[in-house]
């Protein structure tokens, strides 16, 4: 079963296996660091009524993804997502413990009045979308799209919400070897149209079947239009990162050094310059064999000068591997 077009799939694959079998693989992690990054920057902010804790807001986004980053599974764990809502909003935590407690009133989202009005059926409702997903067959990237999209719907905590489904997706992604899915703040108003439309068309076809797993199954139109819309952030993140994956250079650096110090001084020098500059990169000295190897965006002329600077470092050869 699918809930985004094969064709859209297929470039998402063939985009995946092309980073995949890039000309230095030991990068991706790093480029994938950095769209986490963004990630963590990015979405806790989204709703404005967050723009004045904004620090407190990105903090415990951090904890809770780094928890889920440990304990996530392939299945909607109803302890796990607890927990991972319970360090998104800290004021949501149990007494007995850091997870947070499903809502036991109603919801809405915007003027949108559609959420399960009480704990039995919130519970009810992630029993479905894991029915579905486990009967669906789904594509791992449309199993991450399907739990982001109805965790927001379903609003099972009140607050917090959008956060815990955004790590829900994103590190479940993560685990799959694909990029965090992020929303540029300037797509943010067409973002809120996609998903407003697909919870309408959610209660469109919820009301037009008595079957349970129907509406998650087959989706209405104004879903599929949400589904895409996330399908394609994450082939624009794979491309994305495929470019800079190109972009980076190989170096292959012998030298000779006065002493082990002088080597790792070296090292040190070329990592803080990465950092500064904010670039993909990596710096791997082996000490017996006098040699570094620089991996980043790093101009020639640059890494000659870092080096020649260095003290206790002389006879330098730089070779341009790719």
Same mark, same amino acid.
């Given at each position: 079963m699918k809930i985004l077009n094969q064709n859209l799939l297929d470039k998402i694959e063939d985009a995946k296996n092309r980073l995949d079998k890039s000309k230095v693989p030991n990068m991706i992690g790093e480029v994938f660091k950095t769209m986490e990054e963004q990630?963590?920057?990015?979405?806790?902010?989204?709703?404005?009524?967050?723009?004045?804790?904004?620090?407190?807001?990105i903090e415990n986004f951090k904890k809770a993804w780094n928890y889920a980053d440990k304990n996530l599974g392939s299945n909607l764990n109803y302890q796990t997502l607890k927990e991972i809502a319970g360090r998104v909003e800290p004021i949501l935590k149990s007494p007995q413990g850091n997870y947070a407690k499903?809502?036991?009133?109603?919801?809405? !989202?915007?003027?949108?009045?559609?959420?399960?009005?009480?704990?039995?059926?919130?519970?009810?409702q992630l029993d479905r979308l894991s029915q579905s997903i486990e009967v669906g067959e789904f594509h791992p990237l449309e199993e991450s799209i399907l739990k982001y999209f109805h965790l927001i719907?379903?609003?099972?905590?009140?607050?917090?919400?959008?956060?815990?489904?955004?790590?829900?997706?994103?590190?479940?992604?993560?685990?799959?070897?694909?990029?965090?899915?992020?929303?540029?703040?300037?797509?943010?108003?067409?973002f809120q149209d996609y998903l407003f439309g697909a919870i309408e068309g959610f209660k469109e076809s919820g009301s037009e079947t008595s079957e349970k797993l129907s509406p998650f199954l087959n989706p209405e139109q104004k879903q599929l239009q949400f589904y895409d819309y996330l399908a394609r952030r994450e082939l624009s993140a794979l491309r994305c990162a495929e470019d800079k994956m190109a972009g980076l250079q190989?170096?292959?650096?012998? !030298?000779?050094?006065?002493?082990?110090?002088?080597?790792?001084?070296?090292?040190?020098?070329?990592?803080?310059?990465?950092?500064?500059?904010?670039?993909?990169g990596q710096v791997k000295l082996n000490v017996r064999e006098n040699n570094?190897?620089?991996?980043?965006?790093?101009? !020639?002329?640059?890494?000659?000068?870092?080096?020649?600077?260095s003290k206790g470092i002389k006879k330098i050869n730089i070779n341009l591997i790719s």
């Open positions: 990630v963590m920057e990015n979405a806790p902010i989204q709703d404005r009524d967050n723009e004045e804790r904004k620090i407190e807001v499903f809502r036991e009133g109603g919801a809405r !989202f915007s003027n949108i009045h559609y959420a399960p009005i009480d704990r039995f059926r919130i519970e009810t719907r379903i609003q099972p905590f009140t607050n917090g919400n959008k956060r815990t489904a955004n790590i829900i997706m994103n590190v479940g992604l993560k685990k799959l070897e694909f990029l965090p899915i992020t929303i540029p703040q300037g797509e943010s108003i067409l190989n170096y292959m650096i012998n !030298f000779e050094s006065r002493s082990p110090n002088a080597s790792y001084g070296l090292k040190h020098r070329l990592s803080g310059y990465l950092r500064g500059k904010n670039i993909p570094l190897e620089v991996i980043g965006e790093i101009p !020639f002329n640059a890494l000659e000068k870092i080096i020649t600077e």
